[in-house]
């Protein structure tokens, strides 16, 4: 016979203000059903209903506290409304996920689940079939397979036939929540098999998903919002149409919903594929469920997914005495200290867990999941062991690390020095291990090295030296010591270090030694003439003739004394004082002859140089200069006893330039003093420039040409003659020996 079909429509009614923000981050849903048995009226039953939902957690969205369930009857293909329910949400909860995912681990990917369930009772038995759908707008405009996905809803259904409501039967139940994030270029298989309670026979088509709603009264959209082509459709009025998405091209169908280089299949609920292109993509499931060859129901299941990429960089890496290929090796040489291993894995960021395991040399085990390793290994030997990182994950990595246990050489270092005596220190090294084996290293703080047990050592200047020593063993385990030597021994023997005794003053003389010694040293220079002074290198003002002698006395920082007097007479002898005079500066190479007047006191011979490599030895001597340019003038005065002074002065050659400007001119066209311009020597510019104002300050005239002049009109009208009276002229040039000159004054016209 043919069956009337009665439709059940779940509709998510959902608050409007938070509507679209909500339904955005959705990204699956399931509906299914169990019947609880007779009702209280005749020929109905009882029914408890499940809806999924499931968002992505990772952002700031939530499930709605309260949904509207509407259930329609069908005739064929058509529908009418009977009956809706309001369903709160039941519970919510964060899904546990595939911990040995790639995109897990890259992506911090979170899943939540929302359950609504409800009760509908005394639903009638009927030779009709029963359609349960969700119809919500609208899905995240990032999809990639479909078109318009901002302005496209969804529809999750699931039937009921007369059979399996005679039967009172239960659907099949989907426990598999399809993961949030799939890897590219990797083989995928997602198990989205259903349980059937009853044991019916269950099977799974890839098939289109449903449109529902619409964007009206969502996101600033005109319309209502629970109209039929709003976002949240009123189940009272609403029909769901059950149309399929439309897919973005020719190449994207239903029973190929996503790029993948292997054909997708779908066998026993398991999806099978390898995704080949980035993007996010929504497909359908369509679970059939048979008793004994015979239909009991229908449910769709909405599901999207992300393909991303998953090659994490990570590398795992610690500090060692040396890696090969895959194995660090680590020398310990000192077993009963802590022991810590860095570790240098890349990229942090993708390093979720850490785990360290080891066994020892007699069988004993050691774990850590510290970033760094921290144990102590009591026993020498040889430790084996690895390090895991993300361990049981797809994006993971581990090296093999191995601990050579080994016992230092014990070492004792020493010295012998005299510290007030130049003489050298002897250092010695003794050990428990034969020095024959051992790799010696000594470094005396003075950038000096040896590698010899004993030595014998000169320091060079005086100081506070640390001396390292390390010796090595066949092991490779290092031991160190460092000793301190403080080395300011007092000279035997003092020498001055400064010039001969005998000078001009006035005279500032720097006193100091030849000797080793620094500023942590005690001076005392004492001169016979009463006068004291302390530090290395102080300075002695000699300002008149005098006669003394000289004594030190040194102290090293250790206490060590030395003292010495010098017999050295310090003779000072007075010093001329050298001065000239130049009788006429303003020369050029018209007035080329220069007359100096010598100034000097207490000096009988003089040296002249004219700074154009000519001399002179006169007292008072005259010079010719032959060019132009800037001249240093020295002298040289000596005194009889041989004391010298030197003093200089600089004298500028210039150009021949004898500019000067008529006070009068006639610019009356008789060819008689017509025009008026400077007159002089030009050849000797670089840049001229001239100005006539009247007494108005207007311009009247401007020229940067020397050879023209003005002749009395004016440059903006040269048909207007400029009236009989006084005008100003201003005239600048630069010679070319950079010299800049301003000539200004007043001219008459005259006409």
């Not at 029973?255 to 280089?261: A, C, R």
């Not at 470094?443 to 050592?457: E, R």
Request: glycine share 6%; aromatic share 10%.
């Amino acid at each position: 016979m043919n069956y009337l079909r009665i439709s059940v429509l779940f509709i998510l009614l959902h608050a409007i203000t938070e509507t679209t923000l909500r339904a955005e981050h959705l990204v699956g849903g399931v509906l299914s059903y169990e019947c609880l048995g007779n009702g209280s009226l005749a020929n109905t039953k009882n029914y408890r209903f499940k809806l999924s939902l499931t968002r992505d957690c990772s952002l700031s969205t939530s499930f709605d506290t309260n949904i509207e369930i509407g259930i329609y009857q069908a005739t064929g293909t058509k529908y009418a409304f009977y009956r809706k329910v309001s369903v709160p949400l039941t519970k919510e909860t964060k899904v546990p996920l595939d911990q040995k995912s790639c995109a897990i681990l890259l992506y911090n990917v979170c899943v939540a689940e929302a359950i609504y369930e409800f009760t509908v009772t005394d639903l009638p038995v009927i030779n009709q079939d029963y359609l349960i759908a969700y119809q919500r707008c609208c899905r995240n405009m990032t999809i990639t397979n479909i078109l318009d996905p901002g302005r496209t809803g969804s529809t999750i259904m699931i039937e009921i036939t007369p059979e399996a409501q005679q039967l009172c039967n239960q659907s099949a139940t989907s426990n598999q929540l399809p993961p949030l994030v799939v890897c590219a270029n990797q083989d995928l298989r997602i198990n989205l098999a259903s349980i059937d309670p009853d044991g019916d026979q269950l099977m799974y088509e890839l098939c289109a998903p449903y449109t529902g709603g619409g964007p009206q009264g969502g996101g600033g959209s005109a319309g209502s919002p629970i109209g039929c082509n709003g976002i949240n459709p009123d189940p009272a009025v609403c029909v769901p149409p059950l149309n399929e998405v439309s897919y973005a091209n020719s190449m994207t169908t239903a029973l190929n919903p996503f790029p993948s280089s292997t054909p997708i299949q779908l066998i026993n609920g398991v999806l099978i594929a390898t995704p080949s292109t980035l993007g996010q993509y929504i497909f359908g499931i369509c679970i059939k469920e048979f008793r004994n060859g015979k239909l009991l129901s229908t449910l769709r299941r909405d599901i999207q997914i992300n393909i991303a990429l998953c090659s994490a960089p990570i590398k795992a890496g610690v500090v060692a005495d040396n890696t090969v290929s895959n194995t660090a090796t680590i020398n310990l040489c000192d077993p009963n200290s802590p022991f810590e291993i860095t570790n240098i894995s890349a990229d942090s960021q993708f390093i979720k867990t850490v785990f360290w395991e080891f066994k020892g040399p007699k069988g004993n085990i050691f774990n850590d999941t510290t970033f760094n390793f921290k144990k102590t290994f009591s026993d020498t030997g040889t430790y084996m062991g690895k390090l895991f990182l993300n361990r049981g994950n797809q994006c993971s990595d581990s090296l093999n690390v191995i601990v050579q246990s080994r016992n230092k050489s014990e070492i004792t270092a020493t010295v012998s020095y005299d510290s007030c005596d130049l003489s050298p220190a002897v250092f010695n090294l003794s050990s428990t291990t034969p020095l024959a084996d051992l790799n010696i290293k000594w470094s005396f703080g003075d950038s000096t090295f040896s590698s010899s047990p004993q030595n014998t050592h000169q320091y060079l200047r005086p100081g506070v030296y640390d001396v390292d020593v390390v010796a090595t063993n066949q092991q490779g385990c290092m031991a160190q010591k460092t000793l301190k030597v403080k080395y300011f021994p007092a000279p035997p023997n003092l020498t001055l270090d400064f010039p001969d005794s005998i000078f001009c003053f006035p005279y500032s003389l720097k006193l100091g030694l030849k000797e080793i010694t620094d500023t942590t040293y005690t001076y005392n220079w004492s001169f016979s003439d009463g006068r004291n002074f302390s530090g290395a290198h102080p300075s002695v003002i000699f300002d008149k003739a005098v006669s003394s002698t000289l004594m030190i006395k040194l102290a090293s920082p250790v206490g060590c004394l030395s003292q010495k007097s010098f017999s050295r007479t310090f003779v000072s002898k007075e010093k001329p004082i050298a001065d000239f005079a130049l009788i006429d500066d303003m020369i050029n190479l018209r007035n080329p002859q220069i007359d100096l007047i010598n100034r000097s006191v207490n000096a009988d011979q003089y040296v002249w140089n004219f700074g154009d490599g000519t001399t002179s030895t006169l007292a008072n001597p005259q010079h010719l200069y032959d060019r132009t340019g800037r001249f240093t003038i020295t002298l040289i005065a000596t005194h009889a006893n041989g004391c010298t002074d030197t003093t200089f002065q600089v004298l500028t050659i210039g150009e021949l330039t004898d500019f000067f400007a008529p006070n009068i001119f006639t610019p009356n066209g008789d060819g008689q003093n017509d025009l008026f311009k400077p007159l002089g020597l030009e050849s000797n510019m670089v840049s001229f420039e001239m100005n006539i104002f009247d007494r108005w300050g207007g311009v009247l005239f401007k020229s940067t040409d020397p050879s023209i002049g003005w002749d009395g009109t004016s440059t903006k009208n040269i048909s207007a003659h400029a009236a009989d009276g006084v005008y100003l002229y201003f005239i600048k040039f630069t010679t070319t020996d950079g010299q800049q000159k301003l000539l200004k004054g007043s001219i008459t016209l005259i006409r």
